[in-house]
């Protein structure tokens, strides 16, 4: 029943939709005819309705009473609040006058605070002031002290102790420092000043004769006290820069000498060697203090310094930048190649002479770092080895195509020059690795550029050299396919469009590029393993990425190999078959001519194989066996199928000759000879069709012993049925 389902919570819902605004009678009608039916669904709704108004009567009766009571219950509550409204007026003027009070309270116990905390403030800059001058005092005392000693005693261990009093000076010094820092603006300061600029002055100079006289005489303890002086002042900076400035720049300037490096075969590598032995020869005993070395214990060790990367370094580069200017030019490619290679090797040895990763990370970030690098002008470089790889190769692509040199794996000058040029852009003479970005662009633009002239040459007319039996050279005959061009720029802009043909491409020709196409695209494998090397050498691993490229290279160059298939298997086929068409002459051979009967195969068919012949063994060691039976299978089908049509109208105008003579003899009733020789032998139409008969089979056995099956010849299996009726004819006739 539904009344027994809007009790339950699956149905609940269909009651919830009564009370939203959008309810629909006619969706909820619908809704519950799923569930029962109409009659059914309309008893439960009244019965329902009965319930609504039973519940509705018992709420109201349950709070009658109080419905009843509610105006009773609130007569004199107008006086009462009356009455409250006297004493809470008292009560807040009470509170407001008791927040005044606080508030001044506040304010009396805050401006108090901020009186002491003035004070307090003042009190400090009059303590940092106290502090400043008693640390002037002392320090002045100190040293006065010290000269008293210098001049009444000798002590053995004096530079130790001087040592000592340097770093009590620099601690005190530190402190007034800070002090000072602290009271800037203060007018006392200003006039203790002069005193603080000649303590500083004073210390300075001492620590630098200190660590001068250290380093001469090699005093381990001098050196370390004075280093550790200086980083308790904070100017370890200083220190770098002196030694810099006093033992680094005069090596510098006397090892790098511009005359010494041109004059001699290896005076750039043997410069760079001797800047390499400054480290070993006279930094040991800084990199022994401060812990560079090996060697050096860490618990005398003083950090902080870094004397390889901001000492040496900077002078070093200084040097070469100031007195061997020419070492970055870029003028001659070859000489910069090799300085190049010799200086990163340079950097690369010193990067092993720091004493650990971080000081090696602080050496490449170092501002003289990116100096020295950013000198080497790489860009420049590029450049004139684009021009002279790109001029070389764009000259071999022109429209005179030359043999290779000998000794070559290819064929033609321009497709030798190809690999090479390809070869030459990752060669240790030419290849640098901030290069290998543009390296890599400059080799997919000389395979694409080679993929443009294959396309090029494949739009040329073929030559009718293919057609002759000769051996020109390549050279001679690309010459004279190249006059034309030449002829027709010399005649100025009134040539007509007709007059400047493209130059002509023998057979030759074509079959070597199809030659070096295939050789390129075998080696093209080999060239990506010659540059994975130098890919990775810094750092690149996405070799997928390199490989798909040259794939897509790859693909490119094959895709030019069915046109030019089809341009050579097209003009070996005209080859072929202007010789097969002589077939049509074998009637005139024979009729009315009295000759004997045919046992060999006429000429003609010899000349039209040579071209197959020629290709088969003269090209045999440049081109793969499979594309050689391809070539030729497919150019004696489309001559087979020509020489099946010539032979077929030649058999049929015999037959139409034959038939017509037997009607006009019929027609005449006269005995008319058949062109039968006079000793009763084979008449001509026979001669004829035995010639064409041993032909066609001569042609078929030629095709055999070149390797090819007759099998794979389109049309030459209904040729050779053709001939072989012809020449059953024959042997029928025969009396």
């Not at 071999?396 to 030359?402: H, K, T």
């Not at 043999?403 to 020059?417: F, R």
């Not at 997928?544 to 298939?565: F, K, V």
């Amino acid at each position: 029943m539904v009344w027994n389902m809007c009790t339950t919570p699956d149905y609940f819902h269909l009651v919830i939709l009564w009370i939203k605004p959008d309810f629909d009678v006619d969706h909820f009608v619908s809704d519950c005819r799923k569930r029962v039916q109409l009659e059914e669904l309309r008893d439960d709704l009244e019965l329902y309705y009965k319930l609504l108004k039973t519940a509705m009567v018992e709420l109201i009766n349950k709070d009658y009473a109080d419905f009843v009571n509610l105006s009773t219950n609130l007569v004199g509550m107008d006086k009462a609040l009356n009455q409250l409204s006297v004493p809470l007026g008292q009560l807040r003027e009470e509170v407001m006058s008791l927040k005044l009070c606080v508030s001044e309270g506040i304010r009396a116990v805050d401006e108090r605070i901020s009186k002491q905390e003035d004070i307090r403030r003042k009190k400090m800059c009059v303590l940092r002031l106290i502090q400043v001058i008693q640390s002037v005092e002392k320090i002045e005392k100190i040293l006065h002290s010290q000269s008293s000693k210098e001049l009444s005693l000798l002590e053995a261990n004096r530079p130790l102790l001087t040592g000592q009093i340097l770093e009590r000076i620099a601690t005190e010094f530190n402190q007034l420092q800070f002090h000072a820092v602290q009271s800037k603006g203060m007018p006392l300061l200003d006039k203790v000043r002069p005193r603080i600029a000649g303590i500083t002055a004073m210390l300075q100079q001492s620590l630098e004769g200190l660590l001068l006289e250290g380093l001469q005489t090699s005093n381990v303890d001098i050196v370390r006290h004075c280093l550790r002086t200086y980083a308790t002042i904070d100017k370890t900076r200083d220190a770098e820069a002196l030694v810099g400035q006093i033992l680094v720049k005069p090596y510098v300037d006397e090892v790098i000498v511009e005359q010494y490096v041109q004059s001699h075969p290896n005076g750039l590598q043997a410069m760079y060697n001797k800047l390499l032995e400054f480290v070993p020869h006279h930094c040991r005993l800084l990199r022994e203090v401060t812990g560079g070395a090996m060697s050096s214990e860490k618990a005398n060790t003083v950090p902080g310094y870094d004397f390889l990367v901001n000492s040496v370094w900077p002078e070093i580069v200084r040097g070469l930048e100031e007195k061997l200017p020419s070492l970055f030019n870029p003028g001659n490619p070859d000489v910069f190649h090799e300085k190049y290679t010799i200086s990163m090797d340079f950097i690369q040895r010193f990067e092993r002479q720091c004493g650990s990763q971080a000081s090696v990370k602080r050496l490449r970030l170092h501002p003289a770092y990116h100096s020295f690098n950013n000198k080497w002008n790489l860009p420049v470089y590029f450049q004139i080895r684009f021009r002279e790889v790109a001029g070389a190769l764009e000259a071999a692509l022109s429209d005179s195509l030359e043999e290779a040199p000998a000794g070559s794996s290819y064929c033609l000058l321009a497709t030798h020059l190809v690999w090479v040029s390809l070869l030459k852009c990752w060669s240790d003479h030419m290849f640098l690795p901030l290069l290998a970005h543009r390296l890599w662009k400059f080799t997919l633009q000389i395979l694409a550029r080679y993929s443009v002239f294959i396309n090029e040459l494949l739009l040329r007319p073929i030559s009718n050299e293919s057609a002759k039996d000769n051996k020109k050279s390549v050279a001679t005959s690309s010459k004279e396919s190249s006059v034309n061009p030449n002829l027709s720029e010399d005649q100025g802009n009134g040539t007509s469009p007709e007059t400047q043909r493209l130059p002509s491409i023998s057979n030759t020709q074509l079959v070597y590029v199809a030659a070096d196409l295939d050789r390129l695209k075998e080696q093209l494998p080999e060239l990506l393993e010659i540059i994975k090397p130098k890919l990775e050498m810094i750092g690149f691993k996405n070799i997928s990425c390199i490989t798909g490229a040259l794939e897509d290279s790859q693909a490119s160059l094959s895709a030019s190999m069915p046109t030019l298939n089809n341009k050579i298997i097209q003009d070996l086929s005209e080859s072929c078959f202007s010789c097969l068409k002589s077939a049509l002459e074998v009637p005139r051979h024979y009729r009315r001519t009295n000759k004997e009967v045919p046992t060999k195969a006429s000429s003609y068919v010899d000349n039209a194989l040579k071209p197959f012949y020629r290709l088969q063994n003269e090209y045999k060691d440049m081109l793969k066996q499979p594309r050689i039976h391809q070539w030729l299978e497919s150019a004696l089908s489309e001559s087979t199928q020509k020489y099946y049509e010539t032979v077929s109208d030649v058999l049929s105008s015999v037959k139409k000759m034959e038939e017509s003579l037997k009607r006009l003899k019929q027609a005449r009733k006269t005995v008319i000879p058949n062109h039968v020789s006079s000793n009763g032998g084979m008449s001509d139409d026979n001669k004829i069709r035995l010639q064409l008969a041993l032909d066609v089979e001569y042609f078929g056995d030629q095709m055999q012993k070149m390797g090819l099956q007759t099998s794979n010849i389109k049309s030459f299996s209904a040729l050779l049925e053709l001939v072989i009726a012809a020449k059953d004819q024959t042997t029928v006739e025969q009396p």
